[in-house]
T-cell receptor, first 115, second 118 residues
């Protein structure tokens, strides 16, 4: 049973560029959440996708956008990169069932460095 | 908005000892979930244990157990017979039920770096 996978593992970009990170959820899961983890900090919730729509969003600017595909995989896009966007980006998947709140399982993350 | 506080940035214990990590949270919700996640140097976030707020019984998973005090909004993690492989960052996390069903975004604390000494 494949767990959550993310690509790429590492990425180096320069300020002003755009980046796309990818996530494949755990088999059987239909919901994908994205988190940003700065060095030495706990993860912060960016947004969540369910049924190909953004269902919930944390306190992140519009430069952060996403997409979910029919196979439940997801992309995180960040435009106009800033130095402060350097972080570990974590993807988590879960299964949405009404009133049953499934645990979120995390991928290994993508380390983004903005120079 | 919910907040999660972990007041111990770092803890160090000897192998085989018992250690307790503290977590407090603030919420106006009555129904929610609490989690402890472990993040070793490999950085993969691994679920350790979870607790449903409506359950009075404290969750237990092998050597890991929690002390959930709902009125005090406290959720501590006890690790018994600690092992070298327990060395990691430990994060306490809160999840508010989503009205439409499914998992909500997690709110994490800043973490506690646990070091198990041989």
């Amino acid at each position: 049973d494949a767990g959550v996978t993310q690509s790429p593992t590492h990425l180096i970009k320069t300020r002003g560029q755009q980046v796309t990170l990818r996530c494949s959820p755990k088999s059987g899961h239909d919901t994908v959440s994205w988190y940003q983890q700065a060095l030495g900090q706990g993860p912060q919730f960016i947004f969540q996708y369910y049924e190909e729509e953004e269902r919930q969003r944390g306190n992140f600017p519009d430069r952060f956008s996403g997409h979910q595909f029919p196979n439940y995989s997801s992309e995180l896009n960040v435009n106009a990169l800033l130095l402060g966007d350097s972080a570990l980006y974590l993807c988590a998947s879960s299964l949405a069932r009404s009133y049953i709140y499934e645990t979120q399982y995390f991928g290994p993350g993508t380390r983004l460095l903005v120079l | 908005a919910q907040t999660v506080t972990q007041s111990q940035p770092e803890m160090s214990v000897q192998e085989a000892e018992t250690v307790t990590l503290s977590c407090t949270y603030d919420t106006s919700e009555s129904n929610y979930y609490l989690f402890w996640y472990k993040q070793p140097p490999s950085r993969q976030m691994i679920l350790v244990i979870r607790q449903e707020a409506y359950k009075q019984q404290n969750a237990t998973e092998n050597r890991f157990s929690v002390n959930f005090q709902k009125a005090a909004k406290s959720f501590s993690l006890k690790i018994s017979d600690s092992q070298l492989g327990d060395t990691a960052m430990y994060f306490c996390a809160f999840m508010k039920p989503y009205s439409g069903g499914g998992a909500d975004g997690l709110t994490f604390g800043k973490g506690t770096h646990l070091i198990i000494q041989p």
